[in-house]
């Protein structure tokens, strides 16, 4: 190819083939629709914004990853999350929205994290967050789950656990312990108790803390059985503290209105170990994991934070929100092969004509198209061997002939390119039986 | 706000309201199911793609409007059209693909023009493109017009017209008068005829141009009349010249198969007046007006181009394709009040609890989301009026009210927003109620 410049697509970002596209688009509209199904308001932000506006927030490991550029006198960036970028609109536009404010965005945002196997540096988030004026119930927090849960059924899984926890106990216990400093050591030590057993934990954590307040820990982490369960077990420790106490509470509430919500209790569970974003999440924090593919981590996280737009305004805004991070989940399902593309296609019908007159073809596919389904006429000049094979590539199921004896007699052959049954039918029949089957 | 960040979005970036994104994403998928009623498989490119990739083809005055930066040792650029990220893909991807290839795309792409009003820089584009491996049959351009006008007429609009001219024909007859250099000029002098005259515009051509000349460019552009009529005028004025009389056969062809395929003889015209993008395409073209706002300009644009990927690959790749400028022509709708968002929502009921008992409102917000309804559970506590004022300004039509009352008497309170009529009835005449009416 002398003089061609090389096609080729950056590393780290997604591309896919059309019957893969045509997956993933189902899942994102699946998505959608979930998320309106509760009454969230679409937004769609800009994917550039003010460098200085973006960044406010931002800081450390984020603002390597920014990509940052200036076009003419300006300061740009690529948002790195929807999160920010819902700061600054409830910001900008208060006066014109009503609160609570629900939204959901679907898009692509940007980071230029090191390529590997699975992350992207584009890639898509589905993020709903339900936005307060000054306050919030912590009903909403409950309703969080029912999203979630929905939204994965919708999807296809019925195996899946969303795992609930509130950051005020965890803090609220550290507090009483008058461990507040150390908990970041604390929690990476208590994480490897898969690995090294709990013996080993307490070992480790007895190296620089009192034996009392190592007793307490071991207590907690030790909590299990079901929800209820784990309710009695820690208000059993008798933390004497206001913030064990309250994120106690708002647990407790939590877990009686997702039931009402209805949540099947095997499909939730109270996880006294799950502490996303240290920083950012202030109450309940949620993650979400399918059970037979544990080790894909969390497919759908979030919590709740008592100040959404601090760095934009002195109003009070609480928030409880989830992400999905749907390029890399379709990566993995595919990966995994827990989901296939192979037989995805966007048309039902492919109408190929054996005649120059197109007529009947046209009428056909107006008709068949009137009737809700995709259809593609076949207009090249090739034989018929080789429309099949163009229809078997594009997994269409049904082909229509139109020859001469069908103009003549005003029917259609219609072939299943699944089962090779071909038949020469009328109009409505063949609408009948491509209807019914597909 | 001291020491807060002033939260704003960029110029020339369209921001909207929820009202107006949820009648833009209506507007989008209705573009995104007219394209697949056709077949076309879905794209999505990144929009980060390599700048010597993505401006192999670039020069001029797109060259200067590209964002363009650096990331690490990365040579970067966002797409400003999808029609060269099409380019990229069907030779990255060619032995993956079968041809012919019919892909849409809808996506932002990105200009750094001077932002004017209804002009953005980040704005979303509605394409189609059928790929030939080779060759691509006319018939391909034929079944444009009835795309374009099967989509318009789902977007809510009867009185267009798609206007078709063939490059070739222009071409031709300035290539038999010996005036090819001079087209250009020609062109700009011809443009000019609303304004000032055919008895104008010859004297100006006369300036530099022979009488026989110019008489056979008059009788050129004063051919009217319908659709054969033109044709008529055409052939009559016996253009001796190969590309004119390819241009004239294919255009024939053309007018001929855009009826079998369906599209009215009022929403289509021969109009040899327009020549878009001069370089770019090769024969057929087409621009849609809006009748009643002609002053819009073109809504829906594109054309037949011989060779798609040039600059990627030596195999011929001829196309016929065309765009959509959504973000455009959403603000112009809006801005001429031919649409309005006013009265759009999300939600078709909003469930409010005058009780701490959610039980009941959750049972029946999952049974109306079953039903295929968008519920909201109003969770805050607020006074019934102001819980009104919310289901107001999110323009919800219905409110169901549960108390104490229904709760003992498994009844619901069910009020219509817009007539202000309330009624306390089963469930199963609300749920009658709201959808027949919805």
């Known amino acids: 190819m002398k003089g061609k410049v090389q096609p080729k697509t950056l590393p780290g970002f997604m591309e896919l083939l059309p019957n893969e596209q045509i997956l993933f688009n189902k899942m994102k509209e699946t998505i959608q629709k979930s998320y309106e199904k509760y009454g969230f308001l679409p937004l769609d932000t800009p994917i550039i914004e003010d460098a200085n506006v973006l960044l406010a927030k931002a800081g450390g490991e984020t603002e390597k990853q920014i990509y940052r550029f200036e076009k003419g006198e300006n300061d740009l960036a690529l948002r ?8 600054k609109y ?15 965005q679907i898009g692509k945002v940007y980071r230029g994290e090191k390529p590997q196997r699975g992350r992207y540096r584009e890639f898509y988030q589905c993020d709903v967050d339900i936005i307060g004026d000054g306050k919030l119930s912590i009903i909403n927090d409950a309703e969080i789950p029912s999203i979630i849960y929905n939204t994965f059924k919708k999807l296809g899984f019925d195996e899946f656990t969303i795992c609930i926890n509130n950051r005020k106990i965890l803090n609220g216990l550290f507090l009483s312990l008058k461990l507040e400093n150390e908990s970041a050591e604390i929690l990476r030590i208590i994480d490897k108790i898969d690995k090294i057993g709990a013996e080993e934990v307490k070992n480790e954590l007895l190296k620089n803390i009192e034996i009392e307040k190592v007793e307490t820990i071991m207590r907690f982490i030790a909590i299990d059985g079901n929800n209820d369960n ?13 913030v064990f106490q309250e994120g106690l509470g708002e647990l ?21 170990t799950i502490a996303r974003g240290l920083d950012y999440y202030t109450g309940t924090v949620y993650e979400t994991f399918l059970d037979k593919y544990r080790n894909l981590g969390s497919v759908c996280s979030g919590g709740r934070y008592d100040n959404l737009a601090e760095y934009y305004t002195d109003r009070k805004m609480p ?35 054996m005649t120059d007159n197109y007529d009947m073809c046209a009428d056909i596919a107006r008709k068949l198209r009137d009737n809700n389904l995709n259809v593609q006429i076949n207009i090249e000049e090739q034989k018929l061997g080789k429309k099949f094979k163009y229809a078997d590539n594009l997994n269409v199921k ?7 004896d069908e103009i003549k007699n005003n ?6 390119m699944f089962t090779g049954e071909q038949n020469t039918l009328t109009f409505e029949d063949a609408v009948k039986i491509i209807k019914e089957t597909n």
């Open 80 to 87: 790195f999350d929807l999160t920010v970028p819902l700061a």
């Open 230 to 242: 784990k309710i009695k077990s820690l208000e059993e420790l008798n933390i004497d503290n206001e």
């Open 252 to 272: 407790k509430q939590l877990i009686k209105f997702i039931k009402i919500f209805g949540v099947p209790e095997n499909n939730f569970k109270i996880d006294l």
């Open 90 to 104: 409830v910001t900008e536009y208060y006066d014109k929205l009503s609160f609570p404010f629900k939204r959901y």
């Open 398 to 404: 049904y082909v229509i002939i139109i020859g001469e």
């Open 411 to 416: 029917v259609i052959t219609l072939k299943n």
């Open 319 to 353: 928030g409880v929100g989830i992400s999905i991070g749907l390029s890399r989940l379709f990566f993995q399902l595919v990966d995994n092969k827990i989901i296939s593309a192979e037989d995805q296609s966007i048309s039902n019908v492919l109408i190929v004509s």
